[in-house]
């Protein structure tokens, strides 16, 4: 099993660069590679390299009515993984992965929300439909008001990486060890996963995390995949054989910046203040969950996910009082459960 545990020299001998990309490395296992950027702030090559990737999502927030702004220094970033690479047309494209990143003002804690991307709600202009119809319909602004609508919790930014990028950055670290903690097997590939645990090359992780169909909980077994691949995509991130292997390290860089997308407001220089004050995060603090549903249904020929938004809203109420450490501390949502 990989070490995630680290030796690290006293802070005053640790240079700055170094601690960044400590700091953005963890961020990266959560927030698709956000805080990679941070890494250009270390010399005007890395900066012309990596920084020249990432593409600036144009008109990506939404105009009008939105809720009030985060409280004090806390930050709500809507993540979103897409099967092609964002670059500003978004027609036909939906995004099969959707979760809401809440950094407190304290930076002593992440929580990461996921929302089923089968979701039954109000899309603004369009109706009632999936969540992750949104996307499609209208981008990236449309998401966030969709989303926006739904928990009345300000999004500060946007981020969206093609799940290609997961696959470029597991091979980048070397594949990442995942434990299945039961045999199941795949109803559309018909692909068997057996118990236990296995080192998987991206291609393998990505099969894994996708997988829907003979998964007793579908699309919510579907999300505790995804945060457990994440969990040890962090855990293989933050190992010693990653820092210490320059090459290793710069082609998880270089996989990330590749596929990501980020609100063309959120400059490189701010994308690098936000890793510094995350430098003290550690695997630990980070909490995920899932907004709480009532059960499943049909809608036409289409299955959904019928959101319950009366516990929902104690979650988003959390989020918006920036106590979201609290609300998992006392509901123990944010633990660690087990997936298929």
Known sequence: MTDAQTTEAPPAAKPRWRRVLRSLTIVTSIVVAIAVVAALGTGLWLQDKLGGQVDHLPSAMPAGDRPAESPGDSMNILLMGSDKRVDGSVAGQRSDTMMVVHVPSNR????????PRDSWVQVPGHGPAKINAAFAWGGPALAVETVENLTDVRIDHVAVIDWEGFKALTDALGGVEITVPNTVTDGYSGR????????MDGATALDYVRQRAGLAGGDFDRIKRQQNFLRALMAQTLSTGTFANPVRLYGALDAVTKNLSVDEGWSTGELRDFAWSLRSIR????????????GTGMEGEQSVVYLDRQ???DLWQAVREDTVAEWVATTGAGLPSDVN
């Open 108 to 115: 002593e804690g992440i929580g990461v929300i996921g929302i």
């Open 192 to 199: 068997t996963w057996r118990a236990g645990t296995q080192r």
């Open 283 to 294: 695997g630990s603090d980070v909490a995920f969950t899932t907004v709480p549903v009532k």
């Open 311 to 313: 516990s929902g809203e």
